[in-house]
């Protein structure tokens, strides 16, 4: 796990070095371990850059590669980048290919010979095998840029769920990649101002990471599952990334029994833990307590069962968000080394605050972000720099309590009556889907069909009631569904991505890896061939992860009902500091640009103490936007 940086100029304009390696050292935390730059090219440099002549790839193209690396496989020099691969190929490589040792079996049968023990060098003999279609073999996490020096062309990816980050910014016919937006500003690729319709559906809705553009105007991403391959003479204004892999364009052909289905999807899991636990230090996780990070424990254990895992759990004083006992439960039924921190909200408020707004570069939602950010600092203390966590479960197996209407909506399209009754009836977790909410949804489900909503239901938690006129043109609203499985691939896209950038920027903020197993891509695909009431067996959410671990895991966890993640006393908070951050919304000049103050006024003076993230939108929104000095 690392960092990259890549910039490449099709203008003779040449490389500011100095400029190049400031960037690089913004993200020394993604990788302490080691660090590289190699240049093609000219370049102007200062007096601690020492002058030596580059090689030239064409007369008006300049490049340079850097990387900062965080030593997970191979840690001797041997995997140093950027990495050259039979003189040609040279890549910067964050991420980890998990079949990187079966890849490398295929292609020394083709002929293909290795100098180190990395994936990185996989990387680079499977492009010069495959070219582009390399990425298909690939099971794993990755951002990378490679250069052909002999092609004089680039090839850049991302992951096919966008685990791992990859921007990148296009001026004047110069490209610039990155692993964290905070290079791209360093470049003078950024002009420090917001996008102003990104801007407006995050204070409305959260959302984030949802599209190609970002929080900066003029700096973009790398889609989920998108590639990049230009020629070095190209006009980079007009080159455009494209879709390797598209998860709602597959074919889910539903042909297996129940039992079959099942054994495949335990046998797809435990193989997809396998693999994530290659490396060559060692390896923790995640453990709130729930459903996933306790399957993820309790299989390592059946996997490894001498193996005494360190544990890392975020705890609450009070009760009602506290899930310590579970986590002790499953530390105790594993032999696993259970760690325990608990977070401090007046912390966020007084000293975290510009931590996590620096390293996340862009605004966040909630507060439980900072939950997440005590784990990964508590993990590091001790000694930890590969981190196992459940992120994507609740997206691919249908967790959430808003994807139980789409569920009835296909069961009623499909005039399934007997199992949406049966679903409806048995559904047993009354203390996240209570009776209210599920016939609610029934209720509104059934009004939408029958008035022919076509488009479906849009059960998105907004609020634009309160943004200007003007901001709600450019508004960029989540999209409406009524089809069970387009609504979870949806989220996979969307909602996903801003979770993933969380725990990208909190774990590599402590320099750790952190690895998703649900987000297995085969175990992924397997999941969405399941029937739908095998999703809710017994009544049950999440049932085939709940069966693959039947025997393996105390009941008492493996059968809960009650849903916490990474949770956090926010409106207690609030409550606490409610005078400082009313002043702070009311006062604030770039709120201004996108809310009705007057209304807001109101608003904060109508509520009673719920948890109501609209406010700490606001808040976060305005922290970021002064934090970066940025312009509206």
């Keep these: 796990m690392c960092g990259i940086a890549a910039l490449i100029q099709n203008n003779n304009q040449p490389i500011d070095l100095k400029r190049f390696h400031t960037s690089l050292n913004t993200i020394k935390h993604r990788g302490p371990d080691n660090s590289g730059v190699n240049v093609w090219g000219n370049t102007i440099y200062s007096d601690e850059l020492a002058s030596k002549p580059y090689p030239q790839l064409s007369p008006r193209v300049n490049a340079a590669l850097g990387h900062q690396r965080l030593s997970i496989l191979d840690l001797s020099q041997d995997g140093h980048q950027p990495m050259s691969y039979r003189n040609n190929l040279w890549i910067t490589y964050n991420g980890e290919i998990y079949n990187y040792k079966e890849i490398k079996q295929e292609l020394i049968l083709l002929g293909h010979e290795f100098a180190s023990k990395t994936d990185t060098e996989v990387i680079l003999a499977a492009y010069s095998e495959w070219g582009a279609n390399c990425v298909q073999k690939f099971n794993g996490m990755w951002a990378f840029v490679i250069l052909d020096t002999q092609r004089l062309e680039i090839f850049a990816s991302r992951d096919r769920f966008g685990i791992k980050p990859c921007y990148f910014a296009i001026k004047d016919n110069k490209i610039s990649f990155a692993s964290e937006i905070k290079q791209l500003n360093s470049l003078n690729f950024h002009n420090q101002k917001i996008n102003f319709g990104k801007a407006s559906s ?9 599209t190609r553009e970002t929080m900066f105007e003029n700096i973009q991403q790398l889609l989920p599952g998108e590639n990049f391959h230009f020629k070095l003479s190209d006009d980079f204004n007009k080159i455009a990334p494209y879709k390797f892999y598209d998860l709602s364009n597959i074919n889910f052909i539903k042909t297996l029994s129940p039992s079959d289905w099942q054994k495949q999807y335990t046998e797809l899991l435990y193989d997809s833990l396998r693999l994530r636990l290659r490396s060559d230090v060692e390896v923790g996780a995640c453990l709130s307590g729930g459903l996933d990070s306790s399957a993820i424990v309790s299989i390592v254990h059946q996997l490894i069962p001498s193996l005494s895992m360190k544990t890392f759990t975020s705890c609450s004083k009070t009760k009602k968000y506290d899930e310590s006992a579970f986590a002790e439960l499953i530390n105790n039924y594993t032999n ?18 510009n931590n996590l707004l620096y390293h996340q570069d862009e605004p966040f939602t909630s507060t439980s972000i900072f939950a997440q950010w005590n784990v990964m600092s508590l993990a590091a203390d001790n000694g930890i720099k590969v981190l196992l966590d459940g992120q994507g479960a609740d997206e691919v197996l249908g967790g959430y309590k808003g994807y139980i209407p789409y569920l009835f909506a296909d069961l009623i399209k499909t005039i399934n009556i ?6 409806s009836t048995n559904l047993k977790d009354t203390k996240t889907f209570s009776e209210s909410a599920i016939y609610s949804g029934c209720k509104i489900l059934i009004k939408h069909l029958i008035k022919g909503a076509s488009k479906g239901l849009n059960l998105h938690l907004g609020d634009d009631k309160l943004l200007r006129q003007d901001a709600k043109g450019s508004l960029i609203s989540p999209k409406s569904h009524s089809n069970y499985n ?3 691939i ?13 725990e990208d920027r909190n774990s590599m903020a402590f320099s ?3 690895r998703t197993p649900f987000l297995d891509y085969r175990l992924v695909e397997h999941t969405f061939k399941c029937k739908l009431n095998e999703r809710y067996k017994f009544g049950y959410t999440k049932a085939p992860l709940r069966e693959a671990i039947k025997g393996n895991s105390p009941d008492n966890v493996r059968l809960r009902t009650d849903k916490k993640a990474f949770v956090t006393e926010e409106s207690l908070w609030y409550q606490q500091n409610k005078d400082q951050i009313n002043k702070t919304l009311m006062s604030s000049d770039y709120l201004n640009t996108w809310i009705e103050m007057d209304q807001l006024k109101k608003r904060l003076n109508d509520y009673r103490g719920d948890n109501d993230f609209f406010f700490w939108r606001l808040y976060c929104f305005n922290q970021w936007a002064k934090y970066f000095n940025l312009r509206t």
Excluded: C, W
């Design 336 to 353: 696993s080394k259970g760690h325990k921190i608990y977070p401090d909200l007046n912390n966020l408020f007084s000293e975290s605050m």
């Design 490 to 502: 949806y989220d996979m896209q969307n909602s996903l991505q801003t979770l993933l950038r969380y």
């Design 512 to 514: 750790i890896e952190a």
């Design 202 to 210: 995050f204070l409305s809705y959260g959302s984030v990471n949802n």
């Design 486 to 488: 387009n609504k979870l």
């Design 418 to 423: 007997f199992n949406l009754y049966k679903i």
